[in-house]
């Protein structure tokens, strides 16, 4: 935002618009974006997601076992399919749920 001197940046446009139209297993799904009071508070609603893969990581007492490692690569590989070309993975942007899901956002 602060390379922009008008307007709201397209990028972030798109990404939004993308992640608005998107309704896959492993993307987050997202609501709805919300403008506050100027552009600088832009607000995205999304579906809860307990933890992210990064701080997760970082304060468990235990690694994964060997079947959470697994299961959690192969919900990171389709996740990778599906937005490699459109958003940036990394931990700290892979969203996991109680329930073991992992998401992209």
């Known amino acids: 935002m602060e390379k922009e001197r008008e307007g709201f940046p397209l990028t972030s446009l798109r990404?939004?618009?993308?992640?608005?139209?998107?309704?896959?297993?492993?993307?987050?799904?997202?609501?709805?974006a919300v403008v506050g009071s100027n552009l600088d508070s832009i607000f995205m609603v999304m579906e809860y997601m307990e933890h992210d893969l990064k701080g997760l990581i970082e304060t468990m007492e235990q690694p994964f076992s060997q079947s959470e490692v697994k299961c959690?690569?192969?919900?990171?590989?389709?996740?990778?399919?599906?937005?490699?070309?459109?958003?940036?993975?990394?931990?700290?942007?892979?969203?996991?749920n109680n329930r073991g899901e992992l998401k992209n956002m």
Do not use: G, Y
């Not at 990404?15 to 709805?32: A, W």
């Not at 931990?91 to 996991?96: A, I, P, R, V």
């Open 15 to 32: 990404e939004i618009n993308i992640l608005l139209s998107c309704h896959h297993p492993f993307i987050v799904d997202v609501k709805e």
């Open 72 to 96: 959690l690569m192969l919900q990171i590989q389709s996740t990778c399919t599906i937005t490699r070309s459109f958003t940036d993975i990394s931990t700290s942007n892979l969203l996991l």
